[in-house]
């Protein structure tokens, strides 16, 4: 008799505060699970949209059927509780979102700000809201009258230290390298408001970070060695933050320029329905496979990530809605968020729109941003490829089957529901590989999806759904617009003081020059930061410091930078700070540390795939089309055979020396030129890294058929049901 997925996993009644009854399930039979609060009518389900329309056989992922207030009395009354007060503060929300979507929009289209006044007005737009919305301490205390005055003090603030450049930038441009008294007073309190609301948006170690770059800007004679330098008075520091490369730079104009048009653009998705249609769509395709639900998760977040660029906002929308299904059939509920939180995350490295750092990396480099989705699609392509066979994995692991055919609907009905979001998101596509800038494309993509929308009943917007998706778009917009600023603190500091260039020349020095690794290195500062940053700043402060050195040791630019992007968003998966992961645990009433390990898991693509970018022609699309086909199908075959160590287990359990094994043809491939030089420097024998590669590839492949000719064998000897067919085998 096949086991339970309890008994296979070894659970207990109460598992989690979780009691589960299941159906034994094998391949290709339906689990029926019945988990305490997971019933068909609790939480977003397919049929909860009431419309009236072809549209209620969607997922509500995006809680319209919620009964809720509108978004901006929702993130007052969160602040300061039900009032008055509330209601002003809702009614000054509404304005100032529909002030910044106005204003972006008419920069986008006509101009007529020059760069630092268009990143002097935002992010006013930004500090007022973050101010008014986010409390200066918990609970009660934030919304006290001292805690008001303060709010009202600091909205000040931003609003005199915002507009001075902009009356006085004649003055100030004539008097730049000799500033006044007064401005580096302003850009003293600049710095602190930022640093405020960057403590209500991003979190107190983020605040710390930028002190200490501050700190050692300031105490530079005092350093000993080669991190010693010159020093800077606290009136360069505010005058080069404020005035110089520093809050108003480059890495805030890219959010002004670019990210805010693709932010519009996913709020407008999430607004019409579009989110919901994706969702569908992800499960029509995958739900009927074993361990559907994941799967299904996996590629719903995929399409949802790839278009909001934001791995938490896709946990917290598509979440509700894919974690019951994946403990409904049986995962267990850290999996289930480990597993939302890893495919949250790859959306931020899927074109088209990947994550913000994507249009810092093009700013940066200089490199067309059409260029970076380019390259950007195979490894993305990839790390979902390998997160489809964790969960594959998982499912047959503890027996887990598909699901119900009345939790999923039919491909016709998901179709007719929405087909019509297809365009718009075709259109970027298209656009973007034709070099159309991609505040064009993004402008194009959001009037095409605003006119199909109108033009069907289910995701036509009225006047107030109009107002809310410029809402949604300023809600989404303050983390990252804050985050982006605080960090242009770190840039202009490093460039101040010229760390990037030491600690560039220490890690090659220090590594002798061993790619492998510097790789480590980057990947350990890169988990290092990520504990208190979010990925768009971590990504900012590794690349001034990190790239130059891989660089140094033979990487191209537009590989250096990847893989400091694909080790940035580390931050979302990886304990002890997993923002995704934590998110995502809320959701499945999981512990965090369990998800966050869990994602951690199956997130590791997020290590290995840059590897394979540094040693492999996975990034030269336009090279020799042979290279890049024997880069990708070495490079599938050293990710499945990590990802079968790792878990151990495939169509059957792995043995200890069958694991050894797989990991042993998953570093032949990953760290080939690494083989090469070690066989040259011990033996003296100058074998080509492709062998390595062939080896590892050979003997990956075999240990993989290995798995499948057994499992088929057991499938064939396996004894008859009642009704004479082999009993199937998971």
Sequence with gaps: MAETPSQARGDTPGHEGEETATVPATEGTATSTATDGDTADRGPGFGRRRTGTSADVLPDVEGEDDGAGPVWKRMAVERWGEGPLATTVGVLVLVLALGLGLFQIHIALLGGFDARQQRLIHLLFVLVLVLLVKPSLPGRAGRS????????????????TSLYPIVYQQELASRAGAYTDLDWIMGLIAIVVLLEATRRTVGMVMVVMVAAFIFYAWVGPLVPGQFGHSGATIQRIA??????????????????????VFILFGALLSKTGGGSF?????????????????????????????????AIANVVSTGPFTIPLMKKVGYRRHDAAGVEAAAST????????????????????????????????????????????????????????????????????????????????????????????????????CGALFLVAMLRAASRLGPRDILEVFVLAARNTMPVSVACAVAGIIVGMVGLTGLGLVLSDVLVTVFAGSLLLTLLMVAIASLIMGIGLPVTAAYVVLAVLAVPALQELGLAVIVAHMIVYWYSQDSNVTPPVAFAAFAAAGVANASPMRSGLSAWKFAKGLYLIPMLMAY???????????????????????????AIALEGHFLRPVAVGERIAFVVASLLIMIAP??????????????????????????????????????????NTAPATADGTPTPVA
């Design 278 to 310: 994706f969702v569908g769509l992800a499960y029509v395709l995958t739900g009927r496979m074993v361990g559907g639900p994941a799967k299904g998760a996996v590629l719903s977040s995929a399409l949802m990530g790839s278009v909001s660029g934001s």
């Design 346 to 445: 790859g959306g931020q490295i899927l074109p088209p729109i990947m994550g913000a750092g994507a249009f810092i990396m093009a700013e940066r480099t200089g490199i067309p941003y059409a260029d970076i989705v380019k390259v950007a699609i195979i490894p993305a392509l990839m790390y979902f490829g390998v997160m489809f066979l964790f969960v594959d994995i998982l499912a047959r692991k503890y027996g887990i089957g598909v699901a119900r055919d009345s939790d999923l609907p039919r491909m016709r009905a998901v179709m007719a529901a929405g087909w019509h979001f297809l365009a718009p998101l075709l259109l970027l596509i298209v656009l973007l590989l034709n070099y159309v800038p991609p505040t064009r494309a993004g402008l194009w993509a």
């Design 616 to 642: 492999s022609a996975l990034m030269e699309v336009d090279g020799p089309i042979t290279d890049l086909a024997v880069a990708v199908v070495s490079g599938c075959v050293a990710l499945a055979t990590a």
């Design 145 to 160: 009258i001292p805690a008001l005055v303060f709010d009202t003090v600091l909205i000040g603030a931003a609003f005199v």
């Design 674 to 715: 690494e083989w090469s030089a070690l066989f040259g420097a011990a033996l003296s024998l100058g074998v080509d890294s492709s062998w390595f590669v062939l080896a590892g590839s050979v003997l990956g492949t075999a240990l993989i058929a290995l798995q499948v000719i057994a499992h088929r064998r057991n499938r």
């Design 239 to 260: 005058t080069h933050s404020y005035l110089g490369d520093g809050v108003y730079g480059l890495t805030l104009g890219v959010v002004v320029t670019f990210v805010f």
